[in-house]
């Protein structure tokens, strides 16, 4: 025979229950606010445009594409798509889908030099691109053949005046730093020089080694192999103090051009409207691989400096930049040739 329950003791056990179930999913609920929100990740490769050939933009892509493979699980491709001064990749970036899968290596020219020095841009830097953040900033080397015989700064523009249509200079491309550095020394100095430019670092490079053409300005990347190698000779730097690798190389502007002052930069970027979650875990990555022992080494030895910023600190520099160049190009007459 069974025991009875008084309707009191019923009660009590439901309320034990009750109880507990709600005890229960409080705790299960405090966990699921506590734990992290799941974070976005590709589900098919990424694509790294590159718009030049054979440059530094070229080589930090291909330093952080691994580390980004890695931290991504996805295959992360770089794929160089030159042209229009870094218009044609740029482009591509800009009209991409906002889905995280389509990243630009983005330089001077595409994102705030040709806006002014040419009259049509397909897309609107500020507006159409997504930046991530600020990878690296150098001033940059005035180099000429070591087999010249333009010896020094004041040599080059000596020999400019004594001959205004003779000399020429290579840059890495039309509306790149390495180009309209030079049209701001020529304005600085009083000088010509017939401009020549080439797709990429690596042409223009060997064709300064070769004879062809007589200086150019080029991020140390470009040119220290080859001046170690005594192809090169170095006259001058377009930063505000000298390189520590090469301590008795002048700036220009200690050179008699006061105020003289010249920055490359390249930076990560990617479709506009891209949702916030992605830029974030790029910025993250990015800043975590650029930052990283390893590959902060290898800029270093590039005499890269290494910046790594926000979203936001990007797009202003962008904006200032576009006004800082719009203004040197207005000055010297610089045009698309």
Not at 32 to 48: K, Y
Not at 188 to 193: D, M, R
Not at 197 to 217: C, E, H, M, R
């Amino acid at each position: 025979m069974g025991l009875a329950l008084s309707p009191r003791a019923t009660l009590t056990g439901w309320r034990r229950r009750a109880l507990l179930a709600l005890a229960t999913a409080t705790l299960a609920g405090g966990a699921c606010a506590q734990a992290p929100a799941q974070e976005w990740a590709p589900t098919r490769p990424v694509r790294i445009i590159v718009p030049i050939v054979g440059s530094t933009n070229d080589v930090l892509a291909r330093l952080v594409a691994p580390k980004l493979q890695e931290a991504l699980g996805q295959p992360v491709i770089v794929d160089n798509r030159p042209g229009a001064g870094g218009n044609i990749g740029a482009d591509m970036v800009a009209k991409a889908p906002p889905d995280g899968l389509t990243l630009l290596v983005g330089y001077n020219g595409p994102l705030a030099i040709n806006v002014t020095l040419m009259d049509k841009m397909p897309y609107d830097p500020v507006k159409d691109l997504q930046p991530i953040t600020l990878a690296v900033k150098a001033p940059q080397y005035l180099v000429v053949n070591a087999k010249s015989d333009i010896k020094s700064l004041a040599d080059l523009v000596a020999k400019a005046k004594a001959h205004p249509d003779k000399y020429s200079y290579a840059s890495i491309a039309i509306g790149s730093a390495s180009h309209l550095t030079m049209e701001m020394f020529k304005l600085a100095a009083g000088i010509n020089l017939t401009h020549v430019p080439y797709k990429g670092s690596n042409l223009a490079v060997t064709d300064l080694i070769a004879g062809n053409v007589d200086a150019g300005f080029f991020v140390p990347g470009n040119v220290q192999q080859f001046v170690q190698q005594g192809k090169l000779r170095l006259l001058a730097s377009s930063g505000p103090k000298r390189f520590a690798s090469t301590p008795d190389v002048p700036t220009i502007a200690e050179s008699g051009y006061k105020g003289f002052e010249a920055t490359s930069w390249i930076g990560f970027l990617t479709a506009p409207n891209t949702p916030r979650p992605i830029v974030d875990r790029y910025h993250r990555e990015l800043v975590k691989i650029l930052t990283s022992p390893e590959i902060s080494q290898k800029l270093h030895d590039m005499e890269f400096e290494v910046v790594a910023d926000t979203p936001e600190q990007f797009s202003g520099w962008i904006k200032s930049e576009i006004v800082r160049w719009g203004q040197v190009i207005k000055a010297t007459g610089a045009k698309v040739d």
